[in-house]
């Protein structure tokens, strides 16, 4: 009698044209118990077809196939079977690929030769993000009592253009929304090259890596012993100190969303800075996002890619209202403003509206980089750029999430009615 598969097994479709390359990955498969290949398609033809008939949880697809390739049979599994988790594979390690890839619904792009251990990490990924994912989409829907601390809004900050100033614009918002009674934690989610450290002078005992192995787990109090704290007050969780130890933490590329799921609750606001690459675990860290900041520059090529990942984000159906976009780096030199697209141009390109421009500085910037403090609290003078612009963008960011009391006002005066207080979005 055959051995029982465990309850929790997971079913995988593969379908790629090499006949070599489909009977190697199921021999990898099968070594583990949880993992089960439950068909293979030669094309991406047949491969819609079986996914419609087998409905399995993984679909592992090659991207180059001769009747229709990966990425459009990706889209047209994607409409018919949503859950099915779909792994793009391709010879070509491209940027553009992955992003091609997401766009067409992939949740995780492969490239070959993949290692044993990155395929297997992977297909589990995938499988796990839906379950433990769903359920803070609902956490954010519930209300909001205003009257407490732990409000668990979480505000990601992201680009796909490297120098946008991501972690200037996260470190100043995380200072921005400090206020007396709201508790602010920063996270360094750019886990291999992260700057926040650099940018706050902070030199931590403990970084991320501590809490990895212990993340189902995770106590509370040691979770505030393993963050750093600036003199401002505000708290910080810290990436690795150098790249090559930041693969113990993406070995599960959940790891970050599962930490900031943990602690949510203890806290007003989460401010994560992200690195530039959309993987997993960033797409991971937009899905549990409260609000995603979505920053850009006034260049043809920063606004190509905003395009972009302004698509991906329709495909995941985000609602419109979960996206700020703002505009970092904009000149003051008329000169150089005249090469340059202005917030007009890219809000009517975008068909979004571009919610703040912050001018640039450098000279603002790096003194308060030099004296290890956010920009906003860098100069008595609160009225200059970028300062007053930050500090703008801080305060629409806290009036958008935080409701705030509104007295009514009786609708007869010659009636009395006892005013009450009424919560509502701003």
């Given at each position: 009698?055959?051995?029982?598969?465990?309850?929790?097994?997971?079913?995988?479709?593969?379908?790629?044209?090499s006949?070599?390359?489909?009977?190697?990955?199921?021999?990898?498969?099968?070594?583990?118990?949880?993992?089960?290949?439950?068909g293979?398609?030669?094309?991406?033809?047949?491969?819609?077809?079986?996914?419609?008939?087998?409905?399995?949880?993984?679909?592992?697809?090659?991207?180059?196939?001769p009747?229709?390739?990966?990425?459009?049979?990706?889209?047209?599994?994607v409409?018919?079977?949503?859950?099915?988790?779909?792994?793009?594979?391709?010879?070509?390690?491209?940027?553009?690929?992955?992003?091609?890839s997401?766009?067409?619904?992939?949740?995780a792009?492969?490239?070959?030769?993949?290692?044993?251990?990155?395929?297997?990490?992977?297909?589990?990924?995938?499988h796990?993000?839906?379950?433990?994912?769903?359920?803070?989409?609902?956490?954010?829907?519930?209300?909001?009592?205003?009257?407490?601390?732990?409000?668990?809004h979480?505000?990601?900050?992201?680009?796909?253009?490297?120098?946008?100033?991501?972690?200037?614009?996260?470190?100043?918002?995380?200072?921005g929304?400090?206020?007396?009674?709201?508790?602010?934690?920063?996270?360094?989610?750019?886990?291999?090259?992260?700057?926040?450290?650099?940018?706050?002078?902070?030199?931590?005992?403990?970084?991320?890596?501590?809490?990895?192995?212990?993340?189902?787990?995770?106590?509370?109090?040691?979770?505030?012993?393993?963050?750093?704290a600036?003199?401002?007050?505000?708290?910080?969780?810290?990436g690795?100190?150098?790249?090559?130890e930041?693969?113990?933490?993406?070995?599960?590329?959940?790891?970050?969303?599962?930490?900031i799921n943990?602690?949510?609750?203890?806290?007003?606001?989460?401010?994560?800075?992200?690195?530039?690459?959309?993987?997993?675990m960033?797409?991971?860290?937009?899905?549990i996002?409260?609000?995603?900041?979505?920053?850009?520059?006034?260049?043809?090529?920063?606004?190509?890619?905003?395009?972009?990942?302004?698509?991906?984000?329709?495909?995941l159906?985000?609602?419109?209202?979960?996206?700020?976009?703002?505009?970092?780096?904009v000149?003051k030199?008329?000169?150089?403003?005249?090469?340059?697209?202005?917030?007009?141009?890219?809000?009517?390109?975008?068909?979004r509206k571009?919610?703040?421009?912050?001018?640039?500085?450098?000279?603002?910037?790096?003194?308060?980089?030099?004296?290890?403090?956010?920009?906003?609290?860098?100069?008595?003078?609160?009225?200059?750029?970028?300062?007053?612009?930050?500090?703008?963008?801080?305060?629409?960011?806290?009036?958008?999430?935080?409701p705030?009391?509104?007295?009514?006002?009786?609708?007869?005066?010659?009636?009395?009615?006892?005013?009450?207080l009424?919560w509502?979005?701003?």
């Amino acid at each position: 009698m055959p051995e029982k598969a465990p309850e929790s097994v997971i079913t995988i479709l593969l379908v790629d044209d090499s006949v070599p390359t489909r009977e190697n990955i199921k021999k990898l498969l099968s070594f583990e118990r949880d993992l089960k290949v439950v068909g293979m398609a030669g094309t991406g033809i047949e491969g819609i077809a079986l996914a419609r008939e087998l409905k399995p949880d993984i679909i592992i697809m090659d991207i180059n196939m001769p009747d229709m390739d990966g990425l459009e049979a990706t889209t047209k599994i994607v409409d018919s079977a949503p859950s099915t988790g779909i792994i793009i594979l391709s010879a070509q390690d491209d940027s553009n690929y992955m992003r091609r890839s997401m766009l067409a619904g992939a949740k995780a792009f492969l490239t070959k030769p993949s290692s044993p251990d990155e395929i297997y990490n992977t297909v589990r990924a995938v499988h796990k993000r839906a379950p433990v994912l769903q359920p803070s989409m609902g956490e954010l829907n519930r209300p909001v009592d205003p009257t407490r601390t732990g409000a668990g809004h979480i505000v990601v900050v992201y680009s796909p253009q490297g120098g946008a100033g991501c972690t200037t614009i996260a470190t100043n918002l995380a200072a921005g929304l400090m206020r007396d009674g709201v508790r602010v934690l920063l996270v360094d989610g750019n886990l291999q090259f992260g700057d926040v450290g650099v940018f706050l002078n902070l030199k931590p005992q403990s970084t991320i890596l501590e809490l990895v192995e212990d993340v189902e787990d995770l106590d509370t109090d040691y979770f505030e012993n393993s963050l750093a704290a600036h003199n401002s007050g505000l708290k910080v969780l810290m990436g690795p100190q150098r790249p090559e130890e930041a693969e113990k933490a993406m070995v599960d590329p959940l790891v970050v969303s599962k930490i900031i799921n943990k602690v949510r609750w203890n806290y007003d606001f989460i401010v994560v800075d992200t690195s530039l690459h959309l993987d997993e675990m960033t797409l991971s860290l937009f899905d549990i996002a409260t609000r995603i900041v979505l920053v850009s520059t006034p260049t043809l090529a920063s606004v190509k890619n905003i395009r972009s990942v302004l698509d991906l984000f329709d495909q995941l159906h985000y609602p419109h209202e979960k996206i700020t976009m703002i505009l970092n780096r904009v000149s003051k030199d008329p000169h150089i403003k005249k090469l340059l697209l202005s917030s007009e141009q890219i809000s009517n390109f975008l068909k979004r509206k571009v919610e703040m421009s912050i001018p640039a500085d450098d000279m603002v910037v790096l003194e308060a980089v030099r004296k290890g403090i956010p920009v906003v609290s860098s100069q008595r003078d609160r009225t200059k750029s970028p300062i007053k612009e930050l500090l703008e963008f801080a305060n629409f960011i806290y009036a958008a999430l935080v409701p705030e009391p509104v007295e009514k006002a009786p609708s007869q005066p010659i009636k009395k009615v006892t005013s009450k207080l009424e919560w509502g979005r701003s």
